[in-house]
Nanobody
Framework: QVQLVESGGGLVQAGGSLRLSCVVSGTRLAGYNIGWYRQAAGNEREWVAGFSTAAAITYADSVKGRFTISRDNAKNTVFLEMNNLKPEDTAVYYC?????????WGQGTQVTVSL
């Protein structure tokens, strides 16, 4: 059974930093599409950053240059380093992996950026 558990969210002032972690169990990371999404209150869930099946990294334009995604295959963990945070980054952040025909999600971790 595939499970994803996010951690690292919290309350931070604008300009601050946070590092999110996502521990994945039930599958290896290499060779699969895995990434981070976020959902602000009243908005649809949006993609933030991710690894393709070939391990290519891409970012949403809104976070490019501020967020960095990385992973530790040995620990089956994906990270999202978030710097220069803005109030508009406030959202619940989700880790997700796409296996075969199924997309799995974690429970999410709240990130709140205050002025």
């Amino acid at each position: 059974q595939v499970q994803l558990v996010e951690s690292g969210g919290g309350l931070v002032q604008a300009g601050g930093s946070l590092r999110l972690s996502c521990v994945v169990s039930g599958t290896r990371l290499a060779g699969y599409n895995i990434g981070w999404y976020r959902q602000a209150a009243g908005n649809e869930r949006e993609w933030v950053a991710g690894f393709s099946t070939a391990a290519a990294i891409t970012y949403a334009d809104s976070v490019k240059g501020r967020f960095t995604i990385s992973r530790d295959n040995a620990k089956n963990t994906v990270f999202l380093e978030m710097n220069n945070l803005k109030p508009e980054d406030t959202a619940v952040y989700y880790c997700s992996v796409f296996l075969m025909t199924v997309r799995y999600w974690g429970q999410g971790t709240q990130v709140t950026v205050s002025l």
